[in-house]
């Protein structure tokens, strides 16, 4: 199973970003989607689900700024990031839960520059 995570970047604060996590090995239409994300120093937190129904929820400080998405079609779950703070900055993991099974991609880095 890998979870391939991509989109991330340097941006500008007040800018855009779309992360992709895109599945093999599973077919993510029966698992919980998440988006974590680690800043310098800090521990992993997380920033946004979607379940298979598709209801989202969201850490309170992107809500409003950030929109979790997924294609089962596509195996893939997507974080449209607007409105970026440098407090964004960090490293963002998507993850696929189903029962007791859990998978993490590698991560993709995100720089919101000031």
């Known amino acids: 199973v890998q979870l391939q995570a991509s989109g991330g970047g340097l941006v500008q604060a007040g800018g855009s970003l779309r992360l992709s996590c895109s599945a093999t090995g599973i077919s993510i239409n029966e698992y919980t989607m998440r988006w974590h994300r680690q800043a310098p120093g800090k521990q992993r937190e997380l920033v946004a689900s979607?379940?298979?129904?598709?209801?989202?929820s969201y850490a309170g400080g992107v809500e409003g700024r950030f929109t979790i998405s997924r294609d089962n079609a596509e195996n893939s779950v997507y974080l449209q990031m607007n409105s970026l703070k440098p407090e964004d900055t960090g490293v963002y993991y998507c993850?696929?839960?189903?029962?007791?099974?859990?998978?993490w991609g590698q991560g993709t880095q995100v720089t919101v520059s000031s």
């Open positions: 979607i379940t298979k129904e598709k209801i989202q």
């Open positions: 993850d696929a839960q189903r029962l007791f099974y859990r998978y």
